[in-house]
């Protein structure tokens, strides 16, 4: 019988229509599963990766008013001049570095950011260091372009923390560039500025490339300044940090990031993008300008809500049997591991059909760890709460 979870709808063409390049892009994991969980009744769903909240109101007000007052046109291809200077006025007082309008990009969502980033990068005899397991678009856009992914295992034991040493040992000759992404996904871990520094450091000193994912930026559940690369390194010419409204201000569907990097990147990086969506969505620029000239304390109490959440998923994770988790400090997942050799992915799909739960099994993400799962807390703490009450007992009768 095949299962549900290998079948591609890529497979079995007769005669292929698309082009080599797209056989690096795979059915993604998550996507199986949310498909799977669509059919069934009573799911709670741990698999959610985006907030789960409204997005404030002054920002859908400024969206419509945007609308309203004939804001539908194209803008500039750099991105709305006022979006432009918000976010460089907004990125040097956090990061205490002087930016310039010149030194950002706005992009159809983080998405793009990456997309431009990666693709424009990725080349034949070019190497990607990529944490193992990391968000789903990295790799498949390197490979789609020939570039080849090292992957850099990480551990639940570890807290998934990155080794800087083991980062800084696994260059070689053929090394082009370094993909972080903190707070992770799928991990919630954030990278301390130790770690950061010292990899973007010493991958300045080797003429080694640093894209950084930053969605998560302003999820940090914990007491600590956020360590983007901005704030690390010496100079922008060998850094690319992305960005985007969609996790911060729960605005994913608006579909408005950015890149920030040296100006000489940006120019070309501007031509490349008006070959892919000209230009990011208007209107939406405009509420990203409201959601960062506004009052931001929406922002706070949507992380104080994930920290509640956080606090209380780690306590469950650690109630669960088989489970072991660790103290994740950004975004909203968790990572925790089955015992070794255990299949996440047999796991996972056996409790959304017995038990209702949709978790993302490990190797969605990566081959470092088909026995994780990938529990998101972007719910409602009655909800988690009732997926671990089913969890708890299920996994207890399980035999690994
Ligand atoms: C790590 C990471 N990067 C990028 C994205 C995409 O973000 P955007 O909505 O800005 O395209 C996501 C969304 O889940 C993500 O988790």
Request: charged fraction near 20%; glycine fraction near 6%; hydrophobic fraction near 40%.
């Amino acid at each position: 019988m095949v299962n549900p979870m290998d079948m591609d709808q890529y497979e079995h063409t007769a005669a292929p229509l698309f082009g080599p390049s797209l056989q690096a892009i795979p059915m993604p994991g998550i996507r199986k599963m949310i498909n799977m969980a669509a059919g069934l009744d009573d799911v709670i769903h741990l698999s959610i990766g985006q907030p789960d909240f409204p997005t404030p109101e002054h920002i859908v007000e400024a969206h419509i008013d945007a609308l309203r007052a004939g804001q539908t046109g194209y803008t500039l291809d750099a991105g709305l001049p006022e979006l432009l200077t918000a976010l460089k006025d907004y990125y040097s007082e956090r990061y205490e570095r002087q930016l310039t309008e010149d030194n950002i990009l706005v992009t159809t969502g983080a998405t793009e950011a990456m997309y431009l980033a990666l693709t424009a990068t990725a080349a034949p005899g070019r190497q990607f260091l990529v944490p193992d397991p990391s968000f789903v678009l990295y790799a498949p856009l390197i490979r789609m372009n020939g570039g080849e992914v090292k992957a850099i295992p990480t551990r639940a034991e570890h807290g998934h923390q990155l080794d800087p040493q083991e980062v800084i040992d696994a260059i070689d000759m053929r090394t082009f560039a370094i993909v972080l992404n903190s707070p992770s996904n799928p991990t919630g871990t954030v990278y301390p500025k130790e770690t950061v520094e010292a990899i973007v450091q010493e991958a300045a000193y080797r003429g080694i490339y640093v894209f950084s994912d930053e969605v998560y930026d302003h999820l940090i559940l914990d007491d600590m300044d956020y360590p983007s690369v901005i704030r690390c390194t010496s100079d922008l010419d060998h850094v690319m940090a992305v960005s985007s409204f969609s996790k911060t201000y729960s605005m994913a569907g608006l579909r408005i990031g950015w890149i920030i990097s040296s100006q000489g990147a940006i120019k070309k990086l501007r031509r490349y993008h008006m070959f892919t969506t000209t230009v990011a969505n208007t209107p939406a620029q405009w509420a990203g300008v409201a959601a960062l000239t506004g009052d931001r304390s929406c922002v706070d109490q949507m992380v104080d809500e994930y920290r509640r959440r956080r606090d209380r998923v780690v306590q469950l994770v650690g109630e669960t049997p088989h489970l072991t988790g660790y103290w994740p400090q950004g975004g909203f997942y968790i990572f925790p591991s089955l015992p070794p050799n255990t299949d996440g992915q047999s796991v996972a799909l056996r409790m959304l059909e017995e038990i209702g739960v949709c978790v993302i099994p490990g190797d969605a993400f990566g081959d470092s760890a088909p026995n994780a799962l990938r529990i998101s807390y972007s719910n409602s703490m009655d909800k988690i709460e009732e997926a671990f009450e089913r969890m708890i007992p299920w996994l207890a009768k399980q035999r690994f």
